[in-house]
């Protein structure tokens, strides 16, 4: 089975910021959720992915091509969300189908409009009296009616009110219905990325912290919560993250390598990432050194 | 195909503007008919022309449109093609409309020769070939902030030079200078070209 992306050792400079050894791929047929706070390189990497940035190093697939090897078919097969709708503010969602019909050869007009329709989308509206739900509406119904196999979607949700976000969600739940599709979804909203995401890759400062399924996060993750007295019968082994908060220490584990005896909680996404970013790395000596000063 | 759907996009974004233009035109039209002087609306239709164009880059720009048509199947020569061909039409378009007005008007005052009229039309032409040929890269590389600093430079140089010329008329014979502008409508062309694929050649490298 071929993937619908794969990126092995991705590395992009950029002023203040840079990719480091980027690698993850994405399984055809199903969804990646692609999670990191803001500035983590999200964006970046996805820019990189479709060559609207030029990679420095390593490799990027689509569909089991490099981009150079055959740029137009593979883009063909793409359907692209930014955060924002990047096309000129006086056309109307109307007008933009005439030239879309003629980029793409496989253009489905009557969907096209079948989507505006059950989006509520004005199609005789200018862009720029569209309000930021609708023009993200718009944004993806656009992405979607060439009929891609692969959705890349930077951002689609943030901004939105939970119920925009959640027609948006069944929409693309909807595209997933076909075997062969994909989807890469960056989102700082973890909540969205629960709901349908089969992968979870995290990024932080420019380095892949992981790319896990999501079910394994979630139910061979757990958190521990107690005090840096208790936390030392946890075995060390065991310990992925850790953060302190003012009711004592929160520790991400691994379920099946801590006896049952102690009490562990199911995490959600955002803690996950929370106590990722904001966590200490170096837990043994935090540890002592928590013990030293109580002493 | 794909180059016909940019060239679209181009003309549904700038139908507006088009249309004030020409209606804007054709209030002109009436004025110089009155005042006789026709060949003034052909210079006016070009330089209508040449600032449609900086609208459409300037549209472009705005809207982040480049970031998203590098997504599509559009090869990024095409996209560069369009923004030439769309100079072209407005260009050539200008010209077109009012040749046989200014021909009638001619006809009717008979103020000059056949041959005098054409010469002036390959003349104005060539400069608004020369006109796209600087401004397109300079947009392309530097965007339209920028690039529109060229333009006053594109303008205000031939004003400064005309000193500078008059200054050198004095030892140049003026029938010698005019033999170049006969050779001007090539270099213009060989200029388009240049410019062309510097074009391609900056939008190739560039990151969105």
Same mark, same amino acid.
């Given at each position: 089975?071929?993937?619908?992306?794969?990126?092995?050792?991705?590395?992009?400079?950029?002023?203040?910021?840079?990719?480091?050894?980027?690698?993850?791929?994405?399984?055809?047929?199903?969804?990646? &959720?692609?999670?990191?706070?803001?500035?983590? &390189?999200?964006?970046?990497?996805?820019?990189?992915?479709?060559?609207?940035?030029? !990679?420095?190093?390593?490799?990027?697939?689509?569909?089991?091509?490099?981009?150079?090897?055959?740029?137009?078919?593979?883009?063909?097969?793409?359907?692209?969300?930014?955060?924002?709708?990047?096309? @000129?503010?006086?056309?109307?969602? $109307?007008?933009?189908?005439?030239?879309?019909?003629?980029?793409?050869?496989?253009? %489905?007009?009557?969907?096209?409009?079948?989507?505006?329709? $059950?989006? !509520?989308?004005?199609?005789?509206? +200018?862009?720029?009296?569209?309000?930021?739900?609708? $023009?993200?509406?718009?944004?993806?119904?656009?992405?979607?009616?060439?009929?891609? !196999?692969?959705?890349?979607?930077?951002? @689609?949700?943030?901004?939105?009110? @939970?119920?925009? +976000?959640?027609?948006?969600?069944?929409?693309?739940?909807?595209?997933?219905? /076909?075997? /062969?599709?994909?989807?890469?979804?960056?989102?700082?909203?973890?909540? %969205?990325?629960?709901?349908?995401?089969?992968?979870?890759?995290?990024?932080?400062?420019? $380095?892949?912290?992981?790319?896990?399924? !999501? %079910?394994?996060?979630?139910?061979?993750?757990?958190?521990?919560?107690?005090?840096? /007295?208790?936390?030392?019968?946890?075995?060390?082994?065991?310990?992925?993250?850790?953060?302190?908060?003012?009711?004592?220490?929160?520790?991400?584990?691994?379920?099946?390598?801590?006896?049952?005896?102690?009490?562990?909680?199911?995490?959600?996404?955002?803690?996950?990432?929370?106590?990722?970013?904001?966590?200490?790395?170096?837990?043994? &000596?935090?540890?002592?050194?928590?013990?030293?000063?109580?002493? | 195909?794909?180059?016909?759907?940019?060239?679209?996009?181009?003309?549904?974004?700038?139908?507006?503007?088009?249309?004030?233009?020409?209606?804007?035109?054709?209030?002109?039209?009436?004025?110089?008919?009155?005042?006789?002087?026709?060949?003034?609306?052909?210079?006016?239709?070009?330089?209508?022309?040449?600032?449609?164009?900086?609208?459409?880059?300037?549209?472009?720009?705005?809207?982040?449109?480049?970031?998203?048509?590098?997504?599509?199947?559009?090869?990024?020569?095409?996209?560069?093609?369009?923004?030439?061909?769309?100079?072209?039409?407005?260009? =050539?378009?200008?010209?077109?409309?009012?040749?046989?007005?200014?021909?009638?008007?001619?006809?009717?005052?008979?103020?000059?020769?056949?041959?005098?009229?054409?010469?002036?039309?390959?003349?104005?032409?060539?400069?608004?070939?020369?006109?796209?040929?600087?401004?397109?890269?300079?947009?392309?590389?530097?965007?339209?902030?920028?690039?529109?600093?060229?333009?006053?430079?594109?303008?205000?140089?031939?004003?400064?030079?005309?000193?500078?010329?008059?200054?050198?008329?004095?030892?140049?014979?003026?029938?010698?200078?005019?033999?170049?502008?006969?050779?001007?409508? =090539?270099?213009?062309?060989?200029?388009?070209?240049?410019?062309?694929?510097?074009?391609?050649?900056?939008?190739?490298?560039?990151?969105?």
């Amino acid at each position: 089975m071929t993937n619908a992306i794969e990126i092995q050792k991705l590395r992009k400079i950029l002023h203040s910021f840079q990719l480091k050894d980027v690698s993850f791929t994405l399984p055809k047929g199903t969804i990646m &959720g692609f999670v990191g706070e803001n500035g983590a &390189g999200k964006t970046t990497t996805i820019k990189c992915i479709l060559d609207l940035l030029k !990679k420095d190093n390593g490799k990027i697939k689509l569909f089991g091509k490099e981009m150079h090897e055959d740029e137009l078919s593979i883009k063909s097969d793409i359907g692209v969300v930014f955060d924002d709708l990047h096309f @000129p503010q006086n056309l109307t969602a $109307k007008k933009i189908s005439k030239f879309m019909a003629k980029v793409f050869s496989n253009w %489905d007009d009557s969907y096209y409009f079948h989507l505006l329709t $059950k989006l !509520k989308v004005q199609e005789n509206k +200018r862009i720029n009296e569209l309000s930021r739900g609708m $023009k993200m509406k718009l944004s993806i119904a656009i992405a979607l009616s060439h009929h891609p !196999k692969l959705l890349i979607l930077d951002e @689609p949700t943030s901004g939105l009110d @939970p119920i925009v +976000r959640d027609e948006i969600l069944d929409i693309f739940l909807d595209f997933m219905q /076909e075997e /062969e599709h994909s989807i890469l979804f960056s989102s700082h909203i973890t909540s %969205d990325l629960e709901k349908i995401a089969d992968y979870i890759t995290f990024i932080h400062e420019g $380095k892949i912290l992981f790319c896990e399924s !999501k %079910d394994t996060l979630l139910y061979d993750y757990a958190i521990w919560r107690g005090t840096v /007295e208790e936390s030392k019968d946890l075995p060390s082994e065991s310990i992925l993250a850790m953060r302190e908060n003012s009711f004592g220490l929160e520790i991400l584990v691994k379920r099946n390598e801590v006896s049952k005896a102690f009490h562990l909680y199911k995490p959600t996404i955002e803690e996950i990432m929370l106590i990722y970013v904001r966590g200490v790395h170096d837990f043994a &000596g935090f540890v002592d050194e928590r013990l030293s000063n109580a002493q | 195909m794909t180059l016909r759907a940019l060239l679209m996009k181009d003309f549904l974004m700038l139908s507006k503007q088009i249309k004030m233009m020409l209606i804007l035109f054709a209030f002109f039209m009436i004025i110089s008919l009155l005042t006789d002087m026709t060949i003034v609306l052909i210079i006016f239709a070009l330089i209508f022309a040449s600032l449609q164009l900086t609208t459409a880059f300037a549209f472009d720009e705005m809207s982040k449109w480049d970031k998203y048509a590098n997504t599509l199947p559009i090869d990024r020569k095409t996209i560069v093609q369009s923004k030439y061909v769309l100079g072209l039409i407005l260009v =050539v378009g200008g010209i077109l409309i009012f040749t046989p007005f200014v021909y009638f008007s001619n006809e009717f005052h008979s103020q000059v020769s056949l041959l005098e009229l054409f010469k002036g039309f390959v003349l104005v032409l060539s400069i608004a070939l020369i006109y796209i040929s600087v401004t397109i890269p300079f947009f392309i590389k530097f965007g339209t902030q920028k690039g529109r600093i060229i333009i006053f430079a594109i303008v205000f140089i031939p004003v400064f030079g005309s000193g500078f010329i008059q200054y050198f008329l004095q030892t140049i014979d003026v029938n010698q200078l005019m033999s170049f502008i006969d050779y001007l409508p =090539v270099g213009a062309f060989i200029f388009l070209l240049l410019s062309y694929f510097v074009s391609v050649k900056w939008y190739e490298q560039k990151e969105f």
